[in-house]
């Protein structure tokens, strides 16, 4: 079955980067667009990037307005999200997204 199992969310100063991992199984990972979303609390779930399986990437300019990038390892069947300059309106849990699957997210905190 599809998993998709996120990580390296954590608490984070403002300015500071983290990046997160998703890493899928279960399905042909380099032949499908992977995707990351975001929530945060009181908030709707909100899209932030997707790469296509052949690398075309698309960015939620609004929110993320160059300081997020979204890479893949098909090698290794692992999204990225390098995340830099972060604010602490970025604070949200983060979802890795395939088609109709979802993973359980990650948390991320941007404090001081």
């Known amino acids: 079955q599809v998993q998709l199992v996120e990580s390296g969310g954590g608490l984070v100063q403002p300015g500071g980067s983290l990046r997160l991992s998703c890493a899928a199984s279960?399905?042909?990972?380099?032949?499908?667009?992977m995707s990351w979303f975001r929530q945060a609390p009181g908030k709707e779930r909100e899209f932030v990037a997707s790469?296509?399986?052949?690398?075309?990437?698309?960015y939620n300019a609004e929110s993320v307005k160059g300081r997020f990038t979204i890479s893949r390892d098909n090698a290794k069947n692992t999204v990225y999200l390098q995340m830099n300059s972060l604010k602490p309106e970025d604070t949200a849990v983060y979802y890795c997204?395939?088609?109709?699957?979802w993973g359980q997210g990650t948390q991320v905190t941007v404090s001081s």
């Open positions: 997204k395939t088609q109709n699957y």
């Open positions: 790469i296509t399986w052949s690398g075309v990437i698309t």
């Open positions: 279960g399905f042909t990972f380099s032949s499908y667009a």
